[in-house]
């Protein structure tokens, strides 16, 4: 599909575009950092994403677009930037992604919109990500925002409740209310955001730019309620029965951690990724004595694993004091899912990396707590189904390194506290949500999306997820009022 | 009388029909774990480990050579140092599969063993060797699906 072009604000002839390198995001210093909770990336500086915006060739196919999940009009908004209406580019990407400040620092843009650009075939892809992200944060630092642009629609009186206010319910709260229903979001935590706060330490994703999100949500009509825990305080039954809920969205996340179940799991000391880092992020345990939370710090943590949520959990670790952070992974580098930029960070703060190493016991003392883990060395064999070398075990390499804490990052499963208390609505084998490309389960009215559908993926898969289920939600209580009129 | 005095003494038509045995507990087993499964989760793998077992009970009626030629894939040794649960009405699907391929890495070894004690008659070496060989292939095959959904480390 050819697409009608924006009008350029681009100055720079075509051919000079090629020559502008692509803009290096400031950070922290590796070493300070390591010590502290503040942010890493400190974002483009307006001069800076000028430039970077003025990298973008206008392409007649923007397939830029193709690779983003919600379909974000990136030149249109890169063509703003040109213009320095930093605000009006915000404004752009809010008309399809209502987390711009949050996607803009999370998305894996690598391998979304960035792996597609057409300027990374030569050169290196326009910095889409960072240039998002700029424009999040100039607009929240300048008082641009939803809930003062968006005019606000006319009540159809219908109530849709959400459950779970990660990035798939608050996609599906920042469509719905713009359509003018009554939507109200249940959190079973005592904070907004799902994985978003639990999951994401504060040197990737500053609470306060959540907050800031869901103030502009709270500001254009949605309802936050927390501890709300829907299949135990109310059931989706009795939040559509007695509550009168029209429709229900269920983006409860992926949860569960899951275990290795090799011995000495339950030693002190042996966390899931998940409880160790939500004590650190959720409940503040880094932030002690201002937060009295109980976390270890440890001398020598392990965390086994290789994807995004054991790199934040050694690099809390490493900030927490630990001498030694160690990534054990049983593949090799190369079938990391990591992002590349945080491995990098990771290797820059000083974590080391056991790749093809595999835990296969944990050693405790004789008070239960860890002391040391068992590990095998792995070597690589034939590609498996998803395209990654299959590590297999060397026999007679067994070895003991000492540690003295334990982090479990293989993955989270979905919880199934829905599954036991709604037996209406179907779940897989795998205890996930089944639901159609639309998002409609089984029950009627009742619609899922993100990680309790996907069993696991990105922030933003999770939001266009929900978007295409705030669609059919919106379908659904049209044709509602049409049958009952 | 050991098993092996057992089998030496027994007729090629009763050795398969120990196995079929054999494949029957299996399935006895996991239809047992179906029905007392809390959820339907764990009731839909365990419906699967029935319909796999079933089709091995039926291909050694139907015992042909030519479908056992085929060398087994590589053992993955997966689920070789994970702990082996223990049967109960609310196994998640990882400990399932944990349970499924340590069952079939045991077969396997039981008829490798077998297979090995009698090198020295064709037919039985033979036939014993390929029902240790099957039985990697369903280790193989619960091992992909484990390290499929549970060793992604996303």
């Known amino acids: 599909m050819i697409r009608e072009r924006p009008q350029s604000f681009n100055e720079v002839p075509m051919k000079e575009r090629l020559t502008i390198p692509r803009q290096e995001m400031p950070e922290q210093d590796a070493v300070e950092r390591s010590g502290n909770f503040l942010e890493v990336n400190l974002g483009l500086t307006p001069e800076q994403a000028v430039i970077e915006a003025q990298r973008c060739i206008e392409c007649k196919k923007p397939t830029c677009m193709d690779g983003c999940p919600v379909s974000i009009k990136i030149p249109d908004f890169i063509q703003l930037i040109c213009n320095q209406d930093f605000i009006g580019a915000a404004d752009k990407i809010k008309e399809d992604n209502s987390l711009p400040a949050i996607c803009g620092r999370v998305c894996p843009q690598e391998t979304q919109c960035e792996e597609v650009c057409v300027m990374g075939k030569r050169f290196e892809p326009v910095a889409i990500g960072r240039l998002e992200r700029f424009v999040a944060d100039y607009a929240m630092n300048h008082g641009g925002s939803d809930a003062k642009t968006i005019e606000k629609p006319e009540p159809t009186g219908q109530k849709v409740a959400i459950v779970g206010s ?88 992926a949860g569960l951690p899951r275990f290795m179940n090799i011995p000495g799991e339950n030693l002190n000391g042996v966390y899931s990724a998940n409880e160790f880092l939500t004590r650190s992020n959720l409940m503040r345990g880094y932030d002690f004595p201002e937060w009295d939370t109980p976390l270890y710090r440890a001398k020598h943590a392990i965390v086994v694993g290789g994807g995004n949520t054991a790199m934040d959990a050694v690099r809390t670790a490493k900030r927490l004091g630990a001498e030694e952070a160690s990534i054990v992974y049983r593949r090799s580098e190369e079938e990391m899912p990591a992002r590349n930029e945080e491995i990098h960070h990771a290797k820059e703060e000083g974590v080391e990396f056991m790749n093809l190493v595999n835990p296969i016991e944990f050693i ?122 | 009388m050991s098993l092996k005095e057992q089998i030496s003494e027994m007729d090629m038509d009763s050795i398969v029909e120990m196995c079929i045995h054999q494949e029957q507990q299996a399935i006895d087993l996991y239809t047992l774990a179906r029905d007392q499964a809390k959820d339907e989760a764990s009731r839909q793998k365990f419906q699967e480990l029935v319909d796999m077992e079933t089709v091995h009970k039926v291909s050694l009626r139907n015992f042909e050579l030519e479908n056992y030629l085929e060398l087994p894939p590589a053992n993955l040794k997966v689920t070789d140092y994970l702990m ?71």
């Open chain 2, 84 to 154: 082996e649960p223990t049967l109960k009405d609310n196994m998640t699907t990882q400990e399932i599969l944990i349970l499924a391929a340590k069952r079939e890495d045991k077969t396997a070894r039981m008829y490798q063993d077998l297979a090995d004690h009698f090198a020295f008659d064709k037919e039985l070496n033979t036939f014993f060797q390929m029902m240790a060989d099957e039985e990697l292939r369903h280790k193989h095959d619960l091992e992909t699906e484990y390290e499929n959904q549970f060793l992604q480390e996303g």
């Open chain 1, 364 to 485: 405790s003392d004789d008070q239960g707590s860890v002391v040391a883990a068992k590990c095998l060395r792995m070597e690589l064999g034939e590609p498996d189904d998803s395209g990654r070398r299959r590590p297999v075990p060397m026999e007679g390499s067994e070895f003991i390194m000492d540690v003295d804490m334990v982090v479990i990052a293989v993955g989270n499963g979905s919880n199934p506290l829905i599954a036991q208390t709604t037996p209406e609505i179907d779940t897989n084998k795998w205890g996930n949500i089944v639901a159609d490309d639309d998002g409609r389960t089984s029950m009627e009215g009742v619609f899922a999306g993100g990680d309790i559908v996907s069993g696991g993926a990105t922030v933003i898969l999770a939001m266009g997820q929900g978007r295409k289920s705030a669609i059919a939600i919106n379908e659904y209580l049209r044709t509602k009022v049409g049958s009952t009129s």
């Open chain 1, 166 to 253: 990660g990035p798939a319910g608050l996609a599906v709260a920042s469509d719905l209310i713009k359509e003018g229903h009554e939507v109200t979001v249940f959190e079973a935590l005592h904070e907004f955001g799902g994985v978003l706060v639990y999951g994401i330490p504060e040197f990737r994703l500053p609470k306060v730019i959540l907050k800031e999100e869901v103030a502009s949500l709270e500001a254009m009509g949605v309802k936050f309620v927390k501890n709300f825990i829907v299949g135990r305080t109310m059931t989706i039954q009795e939040l559509m029965a007695e509550e009168g809920f029209d429709a229900v969205f269920l983006g409860l996340g």
